[in-house]
Structures are given as C-alpha cells and as structure tokens.
C-alpha cells in the first residue's frame, strides 16, 4: 500500500491554453498567459524523446521547502511508504569489496 504525501493545494488553473512564440534577441521565447505562470526566475526545460514535447517544469524550492512539508505532515502518512518495495530485488548483493586485494 502506498500512501500519498499530501502538498499544499495549489488554486486550480486551465491545463491547456495556446499563446504565441516570439523572438527576444537570438532566443526564442513564450508567452505564459496568466495560470501558467512560473514562481521564482529560473525553470528546468527538457524534450520528451517520445512527442519531441519541450517541458518546462518549476525548478524545486529546495531542502528546506521538503523539510518543512516533512515536519507539517502527520507521521501516519508515511506508514507502509516503502511496503510494496521488494528489498531483496532492489538492494545490490553483499560481495566483497577486498577480494583479490594483495599487498
């Protein structure tokens, strides 16, 4: 069983809109109508190798951001996080690090 974290709501907004491109010197850039805005003044941008999609996503707020959620959030929300990890699978076998180490 996975149990969701819950982050704080953020107002709904349309989840699709067309704008136009433009040109700002030797970049080309978009306009973000009102709801799609960004916080902060940098973004992660990446291609979907699939749609050839470029997807801008919000650069994250940081440790500080996480561990305040963390800290607000009751402890019974993370109970049976990692329930469905099959550990065995997931953890590299013990070897050992100093076979065939001569001196």
């Given at each position: 069983?996975?149990?969701?974290?819950?982050?704080?709501?953020?107002?709904?907004?349309?989840?699709?809109?067309?704008?136009?491109?433009?040109?700002?010197?030797?970049?080309q850039?978009?306009?973000?109508?009102?709801?799609?805005?960004?916080?902060?003044?940098?973004?992660?941008?990446?291609?979907?190798?699939?749609?050839?999609?470029?997807?801008?996503?919000?650069?994250?707020?940081?440790?500080?951001?996480?561990?305040?959620?963390?800290?607000?959030t009751?402890?019974?929300?993370?109970?049976?996080?990692?329930?469905?990890?099959?550990?065995?699978?997931?953890?590299?076998?013990?070897?050992d690090?100093?076979?065939?180490?001569?001196?």
């Amino acid at each position: 069983m996975r149990t969701n974290i819950k982050l704080p709501a953020k107002k709904a907004h349309p989840t699709s809109k067309t704008t136009s491109v433009f040109m700002s010197g030797n970049s080309q850039a978009v306009r973000l109508p009102e709801g799609f805005r960004f916080e902060g003044k940098r973004v992660f941008i990446r291609r979907d190798q699939e749609s050839g999609d470029v997807i801008l996503s919000s650069k994250p707020r940081g440790w500080d951001h996480f561990l305040n959620v963390a800290a607000n959030t009751d402890p019974a929300e993370f109970e049976g996080f990692l329930e469905d990890l099959d550990r065995d699978k997931e953890l590299a076998p013990e070897k050992d690090h100093f076979a065939g180490w001569e001196e």
